[in-house]
């Protein structure tokens, strides 16, 4: 089945989080998927689990709910793998050992649209091949920078005249959501005469609703759909001359050197990277540069403008709250890094965070003292510190 599929929305407005789906049929088929998904949204789902042999179970805030009071067959869960992916052949791909990661979009009414990152993967269970589906639901808007409480000196950091800027932290932790609403933010700037390209595997947040400054522009390209990879993305970037280059993830050397390369040419990349903080961001590219046979360390040190490090914590009060760990870096600084041996450089950017940046420790203590993470979280993250 595909698009076709007759879809008929249920109204939820009075759905409560924790409530399980009222309209569970004897089989769930590709049709019942949408209004499933219209129900976990009503809830305020972060991200919403379809696992074979499993119930349907969401995220709120962190903690984790049923949806349905049975487990999902497996044929069911692949008739949704059908659904999402638009096509005959997902559960041949994934049983082939493929990952799926899509794009997907319901519109329960005329004036609402939900969007999610989809995930699909093989699995076994109860000795036989199943499905794991994860979606993350996305907002309709980005972010703004107000609602993310960005500080100002951070958000001075993401406007270098050149160079990149790099946001990392582990799967979950919201880097593309903070560099969504710095999107939105430039796109905003009153005269900001901005170029935005931006690469990503799935697009996650769209700007269609963003009330944009009439000088600035953006261009938005999924990959592998609409070009093969994140380095020839940045190759085709440079060809349209553009101020900023958004790279959904530097998660290879080549895209890195393209990455490094476009920003020592004049350009401003973001990008993110897979890391728990600034030290071990610094580590890693800088190991990476060293492997390419292309870029130097120094030549990744000189690029770099700030990285900025990510992780969401439960807020005592509901949801949960945004800690970041961040360096701008100098000149200066990059002239001291570039200057040390290679196995010194993580523990010279470590004492520079210490010196004229924000720690974890830091952001942890004044999260604490506001209120909006549980001591226990502030005590772990002090004993990381070493303190």
Not at 50 to 79: C, H, M, W
Not at 90 to 106: M, N, R
Not at 253 to 281: F, K, M, Q, R, W
Request: proline share 4%; hydrophobic share 40%.
């Amino acid at each position: 089945m595909s698009e076709e599929v007759s879809v008929v929305f249920n109204d939820h407005s009075q759905v409560s989080v924790g409530d399980l789906y009222p309209y569970q049929p004897i089989r769930f088929l590709e049709m019942h998927l949408d209004d499933l998904l219209a129900f976990c949204v009503a809830q305020g789902a972060s991200d919403i689990k379809i696992y074979s042999q499993r119930e349907l179970t969401i995220k709120v805030s962190g903690k984790t709910f049923p949806v349905t009071d049975r487990k999902l067959t497996n044929a069911e869960v692949q008739d949704f793998v059908a659904r999402l992916y638009r096509g005959t052949n997902g559960v041949t791909q994934l049983a082939s050992g493929k990952d799926i990661d899509v794009p997907y979009e319901i519109r329960p009414d005329r004036f609402s649209r939900n969007r999610f990152r989809v995930s699909m993967t093989s699995m076994h269970v109860g000795g036989q091949q199943g499905v794991r589906i994860t979606l993350r639901s996305l907002a309709s808007i980005p972010p703004s920078v107000e609602s993310m409480k960005v500080p100002q000196d951070l958000l001075d950091g993401f406007q270098p005249s050149n160079g990149m800027v790099l946001v990392t932290g582990p799967t979950g932790s919201g880097k593309s959501t903070l560099l969504a609403g710095i999107v939105r933010y430039l796109l905003e700037k009153k005269d900001s005469n901005l170029d935005i390209l931006t690469y990503e595997a799935p697009i996650e947040f769209v700007y269609d609703e963003v009330e944009a400054d009439p000088s600035a522009l953006i261009s938005q390209s999924e990959v592998p759909k609409d070009i093969r990879s994140f380095s020839l993305g940045v190759r085709n970037a440079l060809r349209n001359n553009p101020d900023i280059i958004l790279v959904g993830e530097a998660r290879d050397t080549e895209t890195l050197t393209a990455a490094v390369e476009a920003s020592l040419t004049g350009h401003i990349v973001y990008s993110t990277v897979h890391s728990n903080d600034v030290p071990a961001t610094i580590k890693r590219v800088t190991i990476g540069a060293a492997d390419s046979g292309v870029i130097t360390v120094a030549d990744v040190i000189e690029s770099l403008r700030m990285v900025v490090s990510q992780r969401l914590l439960l807020n005592p009060n509901g949801g949960r709250t945004a800690i970041r760990e961040y360096k701008a870096f100098t000149q200066d600084d990059r002239d001291r890094l570039i200057a040390c041996d290679q196995k010194d450089i993580a523990p010279l950017a470590a004492k520079m965070v210490l010196e004229s940046g924000v720690s974890f420790e830091r952001a942890a203590k004044e999260a604490w003292d506001a209120g909006t993470i549980y001591e226990r979280d502030y005590h772990k993250i002090r004993i990381e510190a070493g303190l």
